[in-house]
């Protein structure tokens, strides 16, 4: 059978897999904030355009222009530009009829700082008693690796499908999602898409979406060396204590948050709102006169607007945290005030959709022990299912534990488990009329 001689081909490949995971990682993609010089992404993702030109496929490289990204500047900001940074869009054309199917991976990787904490250069791509270690390894070079070297099976196995099979490799995945948005501003759209994120050969249906507000609190400023009257008659109040009131109130909205039916769903956890930067204070011998303290919030598809937007629990931390703050005196009469930073909305699929069934039976078929789940975090699957209504999925190689760390690593075998059920899952979904 078919698929049988694909898997197979699939599996003589290990070698070529690993060498072309491990030759990603020699790029250096690191993901950016903006203003950040361009690194090695455009290096990289010619080194893909040609190998795949090659292969048979139609290249689209190209760098979106400044404006592209309007209509998401929330998700991605008014700041970035892509010089330097192209996308990459390599398409087989199908014969007529067929579904179509995009491979999405996203080529930058977090810091692989501290350099020094790492056993080996996090940029030397070693494989090492059947594991490849470096940034981006696991998360997910390897993925990428897996999902070109299934595509170009296919291509070369099975000839001309019926449906379009395309490789969609990205940048900007870890900060804002701006490289698939800019693809899907310029047309991309298929009947269904794969994203060869870690997921330990789970399929990820459903992720949650991201605010990232930052709540700033207002003291009065004077001598901190001198006794202090009460605030009523003129005193200093410190901000940086004040700020214990909001985290406080934080933590109760968390559990509530947990113990809430409203945050219940089938395979992601509930809301919650983490504090994770704090910067307060003006000088060493004054009472601080702010404090202002950044939180990363994960909200649930059902917490999200009519247009799958944040706008909802935006209000509701805005209602909380007045409420909450008002037990305290100096609060009460000068609440917290809270600026909103980006918007990255979440998204799902019907867990019994046909793409899920197909990649599910296809990861079976591999040998891979998996389930239908969803990601707590994110991934660009959701800006297909939002901005182009193109149902994803996410499915990979164990897995985001590995994600991040010092000596990120990914098994080569457990590549070759992906990229064959992802060239399975292609010849099923493309096949279909």
């Known amino acids: 059978m078919l698929a049988d001689q694909i898997a197979f081909a699939v599996a003589a490949k290990r070698d070529e897999i690993a060498d072309l995971a491990a030759d990603l990682v020699r790029f250096d993609t690191t993901a950016r904030l903006p203003g950040d010089p361009p690194r090695?992404?455009?290096?990289?993702?010619?080194?893909?355009?040609?190998?795949?030109?090659?292969?048979?496929?139609?290249?689209?490289?190209?760098?979106?222009?400044?404006?592209?990204?309007?209509?998401?500047?929330?998700q991605v900001g008014t700041e970035l530009d892509f010089v330097g940074r192209p996308?990459?869009?390599?398409?087989?054309?199908?014969?007529?009829?067929?579904?179509?199917?995009?491979?999405?991976?996203?080529?930058?990787?977090?810091?692989?700082?501290?350099?020094?904490?790492?056993?080996?250069?996090?940029?030397?791509?070693?494989?090492?008693?059947g594991r490849l270690i470096g940034r981006g390894a696991c998360d997910?070079?390897?993925?990428?690796?897996?999902?070109v070297v299934a595509a170009e099976?296919?291509?070369?196995?099975?000839?001309?499908?019926?449906?379009?099979?395309?490789?969609?490799?990205?940048?900007?995945?870890?900060?804002?999602?701006?490289?698939?948005?800019?693809?899907?501003?310029?047309?991309?759209?298929?009947?269904?898409?794969?994203?060869?994120?870690?997921?330990?050969?789970?399929?990820?249906?459903?992720?949650?979406?991201?605010?990232?507000?930052?709540?700033t609190i207002q003291g009065r400023p004077g001598h901190a060396e001198l006794t202090q009257p009460d605030w009523r008659k003129g005193g200093a109040v410190n901000a940086i204590e004040k700020l214990q009131v909001v985290l406080d109130a934080l933590a109760r909205l968390r559990e509530h948050w947990r113990t809430s039916e409203a945050q219940r769903h089938p395979y992601l956890a509930p809301g919650t709102i983490v504090p994770v930067l704090v910067d307060g204070g003006e000088w060493f011998v004054t009472y601080p006169a702010s404090c202002r303290l950044?939180?990363?919030?994960?909200?649930?598809?059902?917490?999200?607007?009519?247009?799958?937007e944040g706008t909802l629990v935006e209000a509701e931390l805005e209602q909380w945290l007045r409420e909450q703050a008002a037990a305290d005196p100096w609060l009460a009469l000068n609440p917290p005030s809270i600026g909103w930073g980006s918007d990255i909305p979440p998204a799902e699929i019907a867990a019994d959709s046909d793409l899920a069934a197909v990649t599910l039976e296809a990861a079976t078929s591999?040998?891979?022990?998996?389930?239908?789940?969803?990601?707590?975090?994110?991934?660009?699957?959701?800006?297909?299912?939002?901005?182009?209504?193109s149902p994803a999925v996410a499915f990979g190689p164990p897995s985001t534990r590995d994600a991040h760390t010092i000596d990120e690593s990914v098994s080569i075998d457990d590549l070759v488990t992906c990229a064959q059920t992802i060239a399975l899952a292609a010849i099923e979904w493309c096949s279909a009329r």
């Open 40 to 74: 090695q992404e455009a290096a990289l993702q010619q080194m893909l355009a040609e190998r795949l030109r090659r292969a048979g496929a139609e290249i689209e490289l190209r760098e979106p222009a400044p404006g592209d990204l309007a209509r998401w500047a929330r």
């Open 87 to 129: 996308q990459l869009v390599a398409r087989w054309h199908g014969s007529g009829g067929g579904r179509s199917l995009v491979l999405n991976g996203h080529i930058d990787a977090v810091s692989a700082e501290p350099i020094q904490a790492w056993s080996v250069d996090p940029f030397a791509g070693t494989i090492d008693a």
């Open 140 to 147: 997910m070079k390897g993925g990428i690796a897996a999902m």
């Open 153 to 215: 099976t296919v291509a070369a196995s099975a000839g001309p499908l019926a449906g379009d099979l395309v490789i969609n490799t990205v940048t900007d995945e870890e900060s804002s999602g701006a490289g698939t948005l800019a693809c899907i501003a310029a047309g991309l759209r298929a009947d269904g898409v794969i994203v060869p994120e870690p997921t330990g050969f789970d399929v990820w249906v459903a992720c949650r979406g991201s605010l990232t507000p930052t709540i």
């Open 294 to 308: 950044t939180c990363e919030l994960m909200y649930l598809p059902q917490g999200a607007d009519e247009r799958g």
């Open 366 to 389: 591999s040998g891979a022990d998996g389930r239908i789940a969803g990601f707590d975090s994110w991934h660009d699957g959701a800006s297909f299912i939002r901005a182009a209504d």
